[in-house]
């Protein structure tokens, strides 16, 4: 079944630089791609969901990236803060005939230094 | 108002015991899931269902029991706590590929 790695995860940066998360995938079938914050002791915030016939997205102060030929999912996190710290998760959608699994990455943990 | 609500918020079991995990769901969707998340992980699949009085084996269903009593209510039921299964637990709803997730259970067994 599909895999996904994330990598790094650990992450420390300093505030204002940017902050790079990968994550690689194997199921060539993959159509939805999303990114999760997870703030410590709370639920998993969506931060974006990326289809598969899109390859650049742009939020509000990050961008991912889609390669469908590499099968590689990046968050690029353009000038963090110290409000950028968290643990962030990537999540594939497998879509079977009967129902749509998420396969989640290992999570990275972001700390963002003053 | 959440959308995806869960009962308890934490717990504290002990081995052999029973424990039930609920969530509740106003988002009118058919699809929900039980994920348990451990320390420094990602989310793991237990069981989900598509329709009321039916449910299905996710990635990691031993030691797993799941109700859906009607569409809104999704249970999680541990008949035997073991110290394994330790974790916060996740409850999730879909209309789509887009998953809402509940603010989670933490469970300790001791």
């Known amino acids: 079944g599909e895999q996904v790695e994330q990598r790094p995860p650990h992450l420390s940066v300093r505030e204002g630089d940017s902050a790079v998360i990968t994550c690689t995938y194997t199921?060539?079938?993959?159509?939805?791609f999303f990114w999760y914050k997870q703030e410590p002791g709370a639920s998993l915030q969506l931060l974006m969901k990326?289809?598969?016939?899109?390859e650049i997205n742009e939020g509000q102060g990050f961008t991912v990236l889609l390669n469908k030929k590499d099968k590689r999912l990046s968050l690029n996190l353009t000038a963090a803060h110290p409000g950028d710290s968290a643990a962030y998760f990537c999540?594939?959608?497998?879509?079977?005939?009967?129902?749509?699994?998420?396969?989640f990455g290992q999570g990275t943990s972001l700390s963002v230094v003053p | 108002e959440a959308a995806v609500t869960q009962s308890p918020r934490s717990k504290v079991a002990v081995t052999g015991g029973k424990v039930t995990l609920s969530c509740h769901q106003t988002?009118?969707?058919?699809?929900m899931y039980w994920y348990r998340q451990d320390t420094g992980h990602g989310l793991r699949l237990i069981h989900y269902?598509?329709?009321?009085?039916?449910?299905e084996k996710g990635d990691i269903p031993d030691g797993y029991k799941a109700s859906r009593p009607s569409q809104e209510n999704f249970s999680l039921i541990l008949e035997l706590a073991s110290l394994s299964q330790t974790a916060v637990y996740f409850c999730?709803?879909?209309?789509?590929?887009?998953?809402?997730f509940g603010p989670g259970t933490r469970l300790t067994v001791l």
């Open positions: 999730a709803s879909t209309h789509s590929a887009e998953q809402f």
């Open positions: 199921d060539p079938n993959s159509y939805y």
């Open positions: 990326v289809f598969s016939s899109t």
């Open positions: 999540a594939v959608s497998v879509e079977s005939s009967s129902f749509s699994k998420l396969v």
């Open positions: 988002n009118n969707h058919d699809y």
């Open positions: 269902s598509y329709v009321a009085d039916s449910t």
